[in-house]
């Protein structure tokens, strides 16, 4: 992997060849493009600003800007993505970041045979993924998004994560000590009938990035970010925060402190890790209920199910769900917890970007990527146009029964 970075040009869309569509959502399109004078494919993702979702523009601009802030280490951090470019114009705004051609890691999930992956597997990508979070947790950046479909697998076969537009940025604690969770402000509570009633009510965009009929699973749809305060007061518009507010997230990773609006920390991606790593190890969420009221409700008095004999990582998961934000693994000094856990004991932390062979590595079919395309514009031109009929009748089709 390479470990130095360069600084990001700006991304020229009249020279860019689209190779094929890689996602569409409700906020955005993900193309994989090409340079008309060369170098690598790599994946654009686009907002279309004719068409644009609420607050799509903006949260477009913020995801850009946390890439830049990311991508402004002198060293690559190798499960984080970098920004490659980025363009904003009349009709578009668009930005490029490394193709991952391994999909994520719901994809690989339902490639395995019973759905699930083993402990083994799942230690190597939480490792990945722990070391990511404590890269953004050091820059005061809570990813507040994180989910098997944010977790993307490279060419090397290692992870990174993508998606920062729900990301926030929050402020270190003041006193000594490793830890980065800011001591938060007093929230003032709504009864938790009310507050349920409130949010679950509210309608949620869902995110479709692969093709119909691929999984068989209906991931949770993503929550909207929705202030809990007064909309001048909303944290989304503040550059740096003690505490966030917002209720964002996916539903069955959501927090129990974000459903009871007591505001959230670092802590927040801590609980997303538990409920990953369940769902790593037994294909299902720990607390989706028939409705998302009723997930909402598990997630806030229900308590994990494991299934045999007590081990390793379901004491990490345990340990990780944790309703209390301040006695969940990974308060008190971040990362740092996480790592000690002996579910990691005998892991060289330092040496796994030296791992080789990870578990899975995306197939050739998956990595070779044709060098023709159409342009963009054009693109979106025909993503317009109404679908061509697969049969016409002519004449020479119509028998005289027909009449």
């Known amino acids: 992997m390479a470990n130095h970075r360069t600084a990001s040009p700006e991304i020229r869309p009249d020279g860019l060849r689209v190779i094929k569509l890689l996602g569409k959502g409700a906020t955005g399109t993900v193309l994989l493009v090409h340079d008309d004078s060369g170098g690598q494919p790599f994946a654009l993702k686009v907002v279309e600003k ?12 913020h995801e850009i800007s946390v890439l830049r802030r990311i991508s402004g280490a002198a060293v690559a951090h190798p499960f984080l993505p970098h920004l490659i470019g980025s363009s904003e114009d009349q009709e578009f ?15 690989l999930r339902y490639r395995q045979n019973d759905h699930v992956f083993s402990p083994a597997v799942i230690r190597f990508y939480l490792a990945e993924i722990v070391c990511a979070l404590e890269n953004l947790h050091g820059q005061g950046i809570v990813y507040r998004d994180l989910k098997p479909e944010n977790i993307l697998v490279q060419q090397s076969g290692h992870v990174t994560l993508t998606d920062f537009d729900l990301s926030r940025d929050l402020a270190r604690r003041r006193s000594d000590g490793p830890s980065f969770i800011p001591e938060g402000k007093a929230v003032k509570r709504q009864p938790l009938d009310q507050k349920l009633t ?4 509210r309608k949620s965009g869902k ?3 692969y093709s119909k009929g691929l999984l068989k699973k209906a991931k949770s749809a993503r929550v909207s970010p929705v202030s809990r305060r007064n909309p001048s007061d909303d944290d989304d518009n503040v550059a740096t925060n003690e505490r966030s507010n917002s209720f964002v997230g996916t539903e069955e990773y959501v927090s129990p402190e974000v459903i009871r609006g007591d505001g959230h920390e670092f802590a927040i991606d801590w609980w997303a890790v538990g409920v990953l790593s369940y769902e790593m190890l037994y294909g299902s969420t720990p607390f989706k209920g028939k409705t998302r009221r009723e997930t909402f409700q598990r ?15 379901t004491d990490l998961i345990g340990k990780l769900l944790e309703k209390d934000p301040t006695r969940r693994l990974g308060y008190r000094r971040g990362a740092g917890e996480i790592k000690e856990h002996e579910f990691f004991q005998g892991l060289s932390w330092d040496l796994l970007t ?5 578990p899975f590595l995306p197939s050739k079919d998956e990595t070779e ?7 963009m514009k054009e693109f979106f031109r025909q993503m317009k ?7 016409s009748p002519s004449l020479d089709d119509v028998s005289l029964t027909d009449f």
Request: hydrophobic residues 40%; glycine residues 8%; contains cysteine.
């Open 50 to 61: 004719s068409s644009v979702h609420r607050n799509a523009d903006r949260r477009a601009r």
């Open 93 to 107: 705004i668009c930005w490029g970041i490394p193709y991952c051609p391994g999909g994520d890691l719901n994809v």
């Open 198 to 201: 409130r949010f679950i009510s």
């Open 207 to 209: 995110r479709d990035f």
């Open 299 to 313: 997630i806030l008095v229900a308590e994990p199910e494991f299934m045999g004999k007590p081990n390793a990582l």
């Open 354 to 358: 030296e791992v080789l062979r990870p």
């Open 369 to 375: 990527v044709t060098a023709d395309g159409t342009g």
């Open 385 to 391: 146009l109404p679908p061509a009929p697969l049969w």
